[in-house]
């Protein structure tokens, strides 16, 4: 048997087994979105020297370490079950209430009284106040209709359904029969259990993308500053289009000896800011968080900056996150990775040079689409 497959063949089982944990139903797995994360699951098998397993399959018992890479952030009680302890066990985080990985969370209540899921934290939205746009979750049509009214004196409001992503389920109301109409859409039960957010609507708006990924047992931290790829869809729609990340070996204070423009340095400090108000959360860990910030003038001209959403999932950059804690791995002399990853709609698109594709077809849901990573610039010093 030659060298290398003895090599791995001790590797095997050694130290642990690298699996999915799949909360999506249906056929996720074979969506762009499903195939793209097994690519994610895959790579980082391999940069922990893992054996990759697949789905999590609760009848089977997995030698060594099992690390999970979960489709969706957890919540506690579930990943307890599972034998999660830390943030060493998952390529994700963990929360201890539904709502806390929504677009809920990122605002206070307009009503202190009002209506709220349970675990709601009052201190932890005091906490993120100043770093997030105006704004207010509600868990009632009454609730929305007196969030709107304080919120229409910065002009129009945006509508977000806590549980959409990519742009999507989002609604402008500049007055209270396009909110009446908006309302009419969503069930009264879906409010009270989801909520709606409503916040100071941006104009000639631009996503700044703020992250950090530990991945346990390798000693290395990365942290970044991006912006996300806004395209078209097969229906003519805006979309998500992937993100491009500048990324840095080190925790968030690596990020300083980059020379940032005002702008990224502001969304940093305010990502940051997020971030720290997390760690007082009881039952929170994650060992990847990812903060987008909106930056953009509101109706009445003021310019505006703050961060739209918080994820501690594996999501749309999460493939370049990979890629450059690949190359950090692979060069310890390096500091600074340019790392991409993007979603591109429509027949016969070229992936640029050294791309790695992760899916290219015709997605059932999203149609003809490309998805793929590519490191574009790697550095010694930090520039």
């Known amino acids: 048997m030659p060298d290398e497959i003895l090599r791995r063949a001790e590797l095997r089982f050694v130290n642990g087994t690298v699996v999915l ?4 139903g249906g056929d996720f797995l ?4 499903g195939i793209t994360l097994v690519a994610v699951a895959e790579a980082v098998a391999k940069l922990k020297r893992y054996d990759f397993e697949g789905r999590y399959d609760s ?9 999970f890479v979960p489709d969706d952030t957890m919540i506690s009680a ?3 079950e599972l034998g999660i302890a830390s943030a060493a066990d998952l390529f994700g985080g963990v929360v201890p209430y539904a709502f806390m990985k929504t677009k809920a969370m990122t605002h206070e209540l307009v009503d202190i009284e009002g209506e709220r899921p349970t675990g709601w934290s ?3 939205a005091a906490k993120i106040r100043e770093v997030v746009l105006p704004g207010y979750t509600v868990f009632s049509t009454s609730a929305a209709r007196t969030a709107a009214t304080r919120l229409w004196a910065h002009g129009a409001v945006r509508v977000k359904h806590p549980l959409a992503s990519g742009g999507r389920g989002q609604s402008l109301a500049a007055g209270l029969n396009e909110l009446e109409t908006i309302l009419e859409a969503v069930s009264a039960s879906d409010i009270a259990q989801h909520g709606l957010v409503l916040e100071t609507n941006l104009r000639e708006v631009r996503t700044l993308s703020v992250g950090q990924v530990i991945l346990g047992g390798l000693d290395l931290t990365l942290s970044y500053h ?3 790829r806004v395209t078209t869809d097969n229906k003519g729609r805006s979309a ?3 993100s491009d990340l500048v990324c840095m070996r080190g925790g968030w204070e690596a990020l300083d000896r980059l020379r940032l423009s005002s702008e990224v340095r502001t969304a940093v400090a305010q990502a940051r800011q997020y971030d720290d108000a997390t760690r007082d959360c009881p039952g929170f860990m994650a060992s990847r968080r990812n903060y987008d910030v909106g930056q953009g003038m509101d109706s009445t001209g003021q310019p505006r900056s703050g961060v739209f959403e918080s994820s501690w999932r594996a999501g749309g950059a999460s493939s370049a996150e990979i890629a450059a804690l690949t190359a950090f791995t692979q060069d310890p002399t390096l500091t600074v990775v340019h790392a991409s990853s993007v979603e591109e709609y429509g027949d016969g698109i070229e992936p640029p040079r050294g791309a790695m594709v992760h899916f290219e077809g015709v997605d059932a849901k999203a149609g003809p689409i490309i998805r793929y990573t590519v490191i574009t610039r790697m550095s ?3 520039i």
């Open 30 to 33: 074979h969506t762009h979105e």
């Open 122 to 124: 009052p201190e932890f």
């Open 78 to 80: 579930a990943a307890q």
């Open 240 to 242: 998500y289009g992937g």
């Open 380 to 382: 010694r010093d930090p």
């Open 21 to 24: 944990y799949i909360l999506r």
């Open 59 to 67: 009848a089977r018992a997995y030698p060594g370490h099992v690390y």
């Open 226 to 228: 991006g912006a996300q």
